[in-house]
C-alpha cells in the first residue's frame, strides 16, 4: 500500500524549531519529487515547500523561507521539513503530499493524515 | 504571484443534483490546473489533474474543464459522500505552487 506517515508535530513556543518527518512507503521514493502542504485551523491549504527526487533543488513560499528547510534521505525513505523561528501564524496541521510525477506533474496525488505544529507560549 | 479565486464560496445541492464549481486565476495557468477533495479531519484526495484527467480511483460522476484563467468541477449527480470541500490548486508557476480558498459542498 502506498503510504506516507508524518510525525514530529506539537507544542513549541515562539521562535522555537521542530523538525517534522514522513516516512514513506509502497512506492520508490526516491524516484518522486516531495512537497510540503499546511492548513491552519478552519482554513485552506497553503503549499509550503518543495524537494526534487534526489535533493538537489528545493523551493519554498514566501512565508517560510528563510526560515524552513526541506530535506530528504533516500536509503531511509524519508522526507523532513526543519522549522526554525517559528510564529504563531505558523500554527497548522502539516501534511506531506507526494508529487504526480510523470502522470500528474505538479499534482499532489498522495498524501499522508497530517502532523499538527502550535506555536504557542 | 497567481491568485486562484473560487465560486461559490458555499454551494447548498441536495442529493441527485448537479453541482457546477468554479475556479479562476489571475493570469493564465495553461491546463496546470487540479482539484482536490477534503472531508472533515482527513487529508485532502486528488480528482483531477491538468484541468481534465481523472485521477486514479475517481469516479466518473467528476469531470473537470477549463484551460488558460477560468476553470470548472462539475459532478455529475450528486452522492452523500460527495459533501465536502473542494479546492483548486495551480502548478503553471513552478516552482511555486498555490491553492484557492476553497468552495464547501453542503447538503441543502
Known amino acids: 500500500e502506498v503510504q506516507l506517515v508524518e510525525s514530529g508535530g506539537g507544542l513549541v513556543q515562539p521562535g522555537g524549531s521542530l523538525r517534522l518527518s514522513c516516512a514513506a512507503s509502497g512506492f520508490t521514493f526516491s524516484s518522486y519529487w516531495m512537497h510540503w502542504v499546511r492548513q491552519a485551523p478552519g482554513k485552506g491549504l497553503v503549499w509550503v515547500s518543495r524537494?526534487?527526487?534526489?535533493?538537489?533543488?528545493?523551493s519554498y513560499a514566501d512565508s517560510v523561507k528563510g526560515r524552513f528547510t526541506i530535506s530528504r534521505d533516500n536509503a531511509k525513505n524519508t522526507l523532513y521539513l526543519q522549522m526554525n523561528s517559528l510564529r504563531a501564524e505558523d500554527t497548522a496541521v502539516y501534511y506531506c503530499a507526494r508529487d504526480g510525477g510523470r502522470i500528474a506533474r505538479g499534482a499532489f496525488d498522495i498524501w499522508g493524515q497530517g502532523t499538527m505544529v502550535t506555536v504557542s507560549s | 504571484e497567481i491568485v486562484l479565486t473560487q465560486s461559490p464560496a458555499t454551494l447548498s445541492l441536495s442529493p441527485g443534483e448537479r453541482a457546477t464549481l468554479s475556479c479562476r486565476a489571475s493570469?493564465?495557468?495553461?491546463?496546470?490546473l487540479a482539484w482536490y477533495q477534503q472531508k472533515p479531519g482527513q487529508a485532502p484526495r486528488l480528482l483531477i489533474y491538468?484541468?481534465?484527467n481523472r485521477a486514479t480511483g475517481i469516479p466518473a460522476r467528476f469531470s473537470g474543464s477549463g484551460s488558460g484563467t477560468d476553470f470548472t468541477l462539475t459532478i455529475s449527480s450528486l452522492e452523500p459522500e460527495d459533501f465536502a470541500v473542494y479546492y483548486c490548486?495551480?502548478?503553471?508557476?513552478?516552482?511555486?505552487?498555490?491553492f484557492g480558498q476553497g468552495t464547501k459542498l453542503e447538503i441543502k
Open positions: 524537494i526534487n527526487s534526489d535533493g538537489s533543488s528545493t
Open positions: 493570469q493564465s495557468v495553461s491546463s496546470y
Open positions: 490548486q495551480q502548478r503553471s508557476n513552478w516552482p511555486l505552487y498555490t
Open positions: 491538468d484541468a481534465s
